[in-house]
């Protein structure tokens, strides 16, 4: 079979995965609402929207108008990060619970949560994210997507902890109890 059919059918049940997590987030930003909840950084939202879905669309096209080579060796290694990525974004969703969005929803007054990966990162779902988007499209040789998602990814992130952060700050003492751990990679802070 070709492997091309192969990497766009599991492009497309990422993408499915992504709808159900949409769902996720809309009943999860509705259980923060109703106890007053307070949105911040909504200005960039629909940019880090359009660039995930930009990616699993960019990814299978590269692959198919530009006749991307699978490499079984950057296959396997890319598979193992996307496994490890998936890991971790599954640890990090299920330890917030109702508290995960995909929004910058704050509920004023609940201390930041500090179990499962939230330990030891204070970030660990975008470093799921960051790892992601280049291992995907790499995964079928979508160098040209890997890189300009990545770079596109670094500067909205870069926008969106920052909001982040500075909403949780001011609803919720968050500095004092995770400003000492590292973001994104562990024994690297801030």
Sequence with gaps: MDTRLLYTLLVGLIALERLFELRLS????????????????????????????????????EVWLLDRAFSPVLGAVCGVILIGTMALRYWAVSTLGPRWNTRVIVVPGLGPVTDGPYRYLRHPNYLAVILELGALPLLHGAWITALVSSTLNAWLLSVRIRAEEAALNELCNYGEHMGTKPRLLPGKEG
């Design 26 to 61: 809309a009943k999860n930003a509705a259980w923060a609402k109703a106890r007053g909840g307070v949105e911040r950084g909504q200005g960039h939202y629909p940019a880090m929207a359009a660039l995930h879905t930009a990616g699993l669309i960019a990814a299978p096209a």
